[in-house]
C-alpha cells in the first residue's frame, strides 16, 4: 500500500529512529544489568519493548535534561513571594500553556487542569456532573477503557453505545426532553485494537443537541502515537484527558483541558483542599469561600505535582528534538502497525488455518492513520482449531525478551464483544476463578482476554519482524495434524451423566513453553503425578 517513494521515506525514518535508540534508550540493551541500582535484573540485552500502550519509554536525554534542571534550579512550593516559589509559579504557567500549543488550543478557550492521570481528570469531570443537584445523564462508547466506565456508577442514568451506528442514530435524534446535564464520552483511541473512533463526534453532539449534552474525550492512548488538533474550540470535546507518560515514557502525570466555554459545570463542585479556596470558617460556623479566578486554581486541590510538571518541559522539548513531531510519530507507527498487521496475518499453519485471529475493527485500516492506531490485539490458534492459552504465551515471551500485555486489557466492552462474550459467560467465568492475568485463560472453548503488542515512536521494524518471528518459531505448526479415525467416547470410557467433558488436551513438556496439544482422539496416560510429559 505504500509507494516506493513512501516506503523508501519510511525505511530512512526506521534507520534513524534505530540509531537514536541506541543512544536514547539504553534500558532497551540491558542497561540495567551492570548498573548498581538495577531493579531489574531480568532485563536481557535485546529486550523488545512492545508495551507502549501501557507506558512508552523515556528517553536519557529527557532523564538528564530533568536532572540538570532540578540541580541548577531552587524550586519551592507555589503561591508565596519567596523566589524560589515565583521562580515554580512562573514555570508551571509556562509549561502550562506550552501543553496547550501542542494541541493547537487557545489559552483564551481551553485551560489546562493538572492531575495524576488520565483516569484522575475522568473523575474530576464526573464529580462536577455528580455534583449537580438534579444528578445527571451518562453515555459511553463500548469501546472505552474501565476508567470511564466506573463513571456510570455515580449517574443517574447511564446507556452502553454498542457501535458507532448507535451513537450515530443518538446523534441524529436531536434533543432529549430530560432537563438534566448529560455527558458522553468515548475514547479517541481504543486501547484494546487500536482502532480509532470518529474525532468529529464533539462537534455534532454539540450541534445536534444544541450545547445540552457535554463530550468527554479521552485522548490518553490516541495522542501516544497521533496529533490531536483542538484549534477550533467550537467543534473540540469539552474535556480532554491525557496520560502524559504515555506520550513521554515520563513523568508520571495526567492531564485534564477543558474548553472554557464549558467550566460552569464545576461551579456546583463541592469539594475545596490546599489551593482552590480562599477563605474556610470552621469553628461555630462552616463558611468557605472557593477561588474564582481561573478553572485551573479552583480544580487542582493542594499542592501541585511541581517537580513531575517541571519534568513536562523537558519531557515536549526532548520529544520534539529527537522525532520532530507527532505528525512524524503518527506515520513512522502507522508503518510499523500495517507491517506487523501484515507479517501475523499471513503466518499459517501446515494445513493452511490462519494462526492469527487479529481483533481489528471493521472500520479500520492498517497503516491509515486516521482510523487505526500502531496496537495489534489478537488469539494464536493451534491447527486444530484450539485456542493457544495466552498465559503461556506471556511467558514464552518474556523468556524470549518480548515485552507486551495480555488478559482483559481494561476494556471489557471491546474485549467482549471481539470475543463474542455474553454477561452470562464473563459472569460465569468470574465464578470459574477467571481473573485478568491469571493461567485460566481459556474457559468454555473461549479465549477469556487477548494478547496486545502495542508500538511507539522508538519502535522500529526490527522489532516488528523479530516478533512475527517469534510467533512463527513457537507458534507456527509446520506439520500437519495425524489423521486418526474418529473415537467415540464408548471407547474410552462410558458416558456420565455430567455436562461436563474434556474438549482438549495440552501437556506443556517444557517449563514455559508452549503447549503440546494431544490430538483429538488419541488416548494419553495419566500418571499418578498427571498428564505423561506434562511440566517435566
Ligand atoms: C484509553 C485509555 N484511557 C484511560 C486509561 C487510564 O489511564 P491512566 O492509567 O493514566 O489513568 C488508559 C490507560 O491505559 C487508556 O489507554
Known sequence: MYSVMAENERMNYDKAVGELRLREYPMLQGASLHTLHSYNSDLCPGTIYLDHAGTTLYAKSLIERFSADMVGNLYGNP???????????????????????????????????????????????????????????????RDSHTSLIGVRESATYHRCYESDAEVEGWIEEGCSQDARPA?????????????????????????????????????????????????????APDFTVLSLYKMFGFPDLGALIVRKAASSIFDKRRYFGGGTVEMVVCLREQWHVKKTDNLHERLEDGTLPIHSIMALDAAISVHRELYSSLDEVAKHTAFLAAKLYEGLTTLQHANGESVCQVYKDPAATYGDSSTQGPVVAFNLRTQCGGWVSNAEVEKLAAVKNFQLRTGGLCNPGGVASALGLAPWEMKENFSAGQRCGNDNDIIRAKPTGMIRVSLGPMSTLEDVTSFVEFVREFFVQDAPPAITPPVTLLDIEPPTPSRLYVESLAVYPIKSCAAFSVPPGEAWEVRREGLAWDRK
Open 183 to 235: 455527558l458522553f464520552a468515548y475514547p479517541a483511541q481504543s486501547n484494546m485494537n487500536g482502532r480509532r473512533l470518529p474525532l468529529d463526534w464533539s462537534r455534532r453532539i454539540r450541534n445536534k443537541k444544541q450545547g445540552s449534552v457535554y463530550t468527554l474525550l479521552d485522548a490518553a492512548a490516541l495522542v501516544s502515537t497521533s496529533p490531536l488538533d483542538l484549534g477550533d474550540s467550537e467543534s
Open 79 to 141: 503561591h508565596s513571594a519567596s523566589n524560589s516559589s515565583q521562580l515554580t509559579t512562573r514555570r508551571i504557567e509556562d509549561i502550562r500553556l506550552r501543553l496547550l500549543g501542542l494541541f493547537k488550543a487557545d489559552p483564551a478557550e481551553f485551560d489546562v487542569v493538572f492531575v495524576a492521570n488520565a483516569t484522575a481528570g475522568i473523575k474530576l469531570v464526573m464529580d462536577a456532573f455528580r455534583d449537580q443537584e438534579v444528578g445527571f445523564w451518562y453515555g459511553y462508547h
